[in-house]
C-alpha cells in the first residue's frame, strides 16, 4: 500500500492542469473535517532558514516533553519525510490512512468539478488530516511556496507566525525586489497573530513591520546575528542569546535560525500558551539538531548545504569561511534552470576561489544543462572544471579527487543534495544522519 500511495503522488503533476484557489482548497479541508481547526500551529515561511527554524522549534519543544508534528517541504529522499511525528516519519500505517482519507475525498470533490489537487496540495491535506487525528500538542508547518497564496495559507487561527530571511528566489511567482517578495512571505500574517521575524534585510523588515501593524499583530524583530560574547547580551535578548552562545554551530546562520525559533518560544510563553522551557532544555535540544542540507557533515571534510539561490549561497560562504581553514575548496554543483546560477556561480568562485569544480545533471526537469554550468564557472576563473551526467558518477569521481588536504562542499539545489543523499546511504563512512530533538529521522 505504501509505495502505491508514493506511486499515486508521483503522477499528480501530470494529472493536474490547474491548481485550486485557497478557497477551494479550504473546501477540501471541510470534506475532511477540518482537522486543522483543532490544531495549535505555528506557521513559517520566509525564502532561507525555513527547514532549519522548523527543527530548531521541533527540537525544543520534543525536549521541553511536548508531542509535536512538523509539516516540511521540501523532502529530500522520501515523501514521508514530510510527515514528522515526534522528529521521526509518520509510521507506515498512519500515513497510508492520510493517504486513503485524502484520495477519498479527492474522489467527491472532482466529482464535483473541483481541481485534482496538486502534488503540494495533496501532501498538504495529508498532514492536515493526519495531525487531525494524531493530535500532537503542537504543530510546525513550513509553507511551500511564498505565503500570501501558499496552500498552507488556508489555516485560520496559527498561535504565531514566522518569517526567516528573505531574498530573491522564485522571483517569476514572487515578485522581483525585496519588498515584493516580503509582501507575499508576510501575506502568512493572522490578525491578531504575532509575527516574530529575521531582521536582517531592512527593506524586507520594513514591509513585514508594516504588514503586521494593519493587522494588529504584535511583531518581534530579530536583530542580525553577530559573534557572541557573554558579557556584551542586551538586556531583552538574555536568554536567547545566551543559550546561543554556548552551542556550537556548523554555521552562522544556524545560530541565527536558532535565535528566531527561541523568540518564538519565547513570545509564545508570555502568551500563556507554552509553560516555561528551562534554558538548559533549549540549550540541549539545540545541541542535537542535525538537519539535513544544512551545513550538514556527511563524512571526513565532505559538507552538503543546499543553497539554491543568492541569499543561500551568501550564508554559505559566510559559513565556509567561519571554518577557518586552509585546505583546498573542491565544489560539486548543480542548479535548476529557474534559479539564478550565474550569479550564484560569480559568488562561489570570487569568494571561494574552488580549486576543483564537478557540476552534473540533476534528474529534474528544470535542470541546468552541466555543459553550460562548466562553461560558466571557467568563465568565473576556475581552471579544473569537470562534468558529469549522473550523481553518483559526478560524486564517485569528486570523491577519487579528494585529497586529505582538501575539503568537497556540494552545494547549489536541494534535488542534488536529496540524490546525494541516496547516494551515500549505499556507501560506507557517513557519519551525520538526520536527527531533530536526538530522534532519528
Known amino acids: 500500500m505504501e509505495e502505491q500511495a508514493r506511486a499515486y503522488l508521483d503522477q499528480i503533476p501530470f494529472w493536474t492542469r490547474k491548481k485550486n484557489t485557497l ?30 527554524v522548523c527543527a530548531d522549534l521541533t527540537a ?20 514521508k519525510e514530510r510527515f514528522l511525528l515526534d522528529g521521526s516519519p509518520a509510521p507506515e500505517e498512519t500515513f497510508e490512512k492520510s493517504f486513503e482519507n485524502v484520495r477519498a475525498v479527492t474522489g467527491k470533490m472532482c466529482a464535483k468539478g473541483y481541481a485534482h489537487p496538486t502534488f503540494f496540495e495533496f501532501v498538504f491535506l495529508m498532514a492536515m488530516d493526519l495531525y487531525g487525528r494524531e493530535k500532537p500538542d503542537w504543530v510546525v508547518l513550513e509553507t511551500g511556496l511564498g505565503g500570501l497564496l501558499d496552500t498552507t ?7 504565531t507566525c514566522i518569517i526567516t530571511s528573505i531574498s530573491l528566489d522564485h522571483t517569476a511567482y514572487l515578485g522581483t525586489s525585496i519588498p515584493e517578495i516580503a509582501m507575499q512571505k508576510a501575506g502568512i500574517i493572522k490578525q491578531g497573530v504575532p509575527v516574530i521575524f529575521d531582521d536582517t534585510q531592512p527593506e524586507a523588515s520594513a514591509v513585514i513591520a508594516k504588514q503586521a501593524e494593519s493587522r494588529g499583530s504584535a511583531f518581534y524583530p530579530v536583530n542580525p546575528i553577530k559573534p557572541i560574547n557573554v558579557q556584551d547580551i542586551q538586556e531583552n535578548d538574555a536568554v536567547d542569546r545566551k543559550v546561543v552562545s554556548e552551542v556550537k554551530f556548523s554555521a552562522p546562520y544556524q545560530a541565527q535560525n536558532a535565535r ?42 565532505v559538507w552538503l548545504d543546499g543553497a539554491h539561490n543568492p541569499g543561500g549561497i551568501s550564508a554559505f560562504i559566510e559559513a565556509v569561511k567561519a571554518q577557518k581553514s586552509d585546505k583546498a575548496i573542491h565544489l560539486l554543483f548543480a542548479a535548476v534552470s529557474d534559479k539564478d546560477y550565474r550569479e550564484m556561480i560569480k559568488m562561489l ?39 558529469y551526467g549522473s550523481a553518483r558518477e559526478a560524486l564517485e569521481s569528486a570523491l577519487a579527487k579528494k585529497k586529505e588536504t582538501d575539503r568537497l562542499y556540494v552545494v547549489g539545489s536541494l534535488y542534488l543534495i536529496g540524490e546525494i543523499q541516496r547516494i551515500l546511504k549505499t556507501m560506507p563512512e557517513a557519519v551525520c544522519e538526520k536527527t531533530v530533538g536526538g530522534k532519528m529521522l
Open 23 to 52: 478557497e477551494q482548497v479550504r473546501d477540501f479541508l471541510t470534506e475532511l473535517g477540518n482537522p486543522d481547526d483543532s490544531l495549535r500551529i505555528i506557521h513559517v515561511a520566509g525564502t532561507n532558514g525555513k527547514g532549519s
Open 60 to 79: 525544543v519543544l520534543l525536549r521541553a516533553g511536548y508531542h509535536v508534528g512538523t509539516f516540511i517541504s521540501p523532502h529530500l529522499t522520501d515523501v
Open 153 to 159: 495559507n488556508v489555516i485560520r487561527s496559527p498561535k
Open 260 to 301: 528566531i525559533a527561541l523568540k518564538a518560544i519565547e513570545v509564545l510563553t508570555e502568551r500563556g500558551e507554552l509553560e516555561t522551557v528551562a534554558e538548559e532544555t533549549k540549550r540541549e535540544a539545540l545541541s542535537h539538531v542535525c538537519w539535513p542540507g544544512r551545513m550538514q557533515n556527511v563524512r571526513e571534510d
Open 349 to 387: 568562485c570570487d569568494n571561494l576561489h574552488p580549486a576543483v569544480v564537478t557540476v552534473v545533471h540533476i534528474d529534474s526537469a528544470r535542470a541546468t544543462d552541466e555543459n553550460l554550468l562548466a562553461n560558466l564557472f571557467g568563465q568565473a576563473g576556475c581552471e579544473t572544471v569537470e562534468q
